[in-house]
């Protein structure tokens, strides 16, 4: 059974840039998460989805983050644009039923804005 | 909203001794409870989780939790500690509509 599939693994890119980072949820799951892993902050929770629909984007840190869910298998992250300080791990993970059940993580995407 | 504290930040132990990581979390009813092992470059897999019942759960790798709610604590224990066990890990408390919550972590170090 495949997991949560995060592309691309690593990314570089310089600063301005615009940077897509896309997830792939576990068939069946309704429930899909975005988390930013740094040193400084730890593990904050981004955006998560319920059925497609955006839930909480309370921990979306600017207007230049956005998510989209469009359907049950697919999910972007998007920068617009980047900058030094967005460089983190991002994880996606996702969940098989509402009501805090066990998420699953995909492997994050290394980000790296020069 | 729900929130997660664990006090150490780094923990060294001895490879063969017992563990215990601390765990406090804030949430006005029963929370849902969870411990997660993250090992470097890698994303997190889950240990183990309280919903309800026994209040000591077991889960993989020989890791235990037990839920106190006086102490609002879920610490995780394990009895001997091997070398593979460094790593971090995260507390992370949920609550409905599965908004969870994750700790700092801690950073744990095996010495041989």
């Known amino acids: 059974d495949a997991g949560v599939i995060q592309s691309p693994r690593h990314e570089v890119t310089e600063m301005g840039q615009e940077v897509t980072l896309r997830c792939k949820p576990i068939s069946g799951h309704n429930s899909l998460f975005w988390y930013r892993q740094t040193m400084m902050r730890g593990l904050e929770l981004l955006i998560y989805?319920?059925?497609?629909?955006?839930?909480?984007d309370s921990g979306m840190p600017e207007d230049r983050f956005s998510a989209k869910m469009p359907n049950a298998s697919f999910s972007t992250l998007k920068i617009q644009p980047s900058e030094p300080r967005d460089s983190a791990v991002y994880f996606c993970a996702s969940s098989p039923r509402d009501r805090g059940n066990t998420i699953y993580f995909g492997e994050g995407s290394w980000l790296t804005v020069v | 909203a729900q929130s997660v504290t664990q006090p150490d930040i780094h923990i060294t132990v001895s490879e063969g001794a017992s563990l215990e990581l601390r765990c406090n979390y804030s949430?006005?009813?029963?929370?849902?409870l969870f411990w997660y092992v993250q090992s470097p470059g890698q994303g997190l897999q889950l240990l183990l989780k309280y919903f309800s019942g026994d209040t000591l759960v077991q889960g993989i790798k020989g890791f235990e939790a037990e839920f106190k709610r006086s102490q609002s604590s879920f610490n995780l224990r394990k009895p001997s500690v091997h070398w593979s066990d460094a790593a971090e890990y995260f507390c992370?408390?949920?609550?409905?509509?599965?908004?969870?919550?994750f700790g700092a972590g801690t950073r744990l170090t095996v010495k041989p």
């Open positions: 989805f319920n059925n497609n629909v955006p839930i909480d």
């Open positions: 992370a408390v949920g609550a409905r509509g599965n908004d969870m919550r």
């Open positions: 949430y006005g009813a029963t929370p849902y």
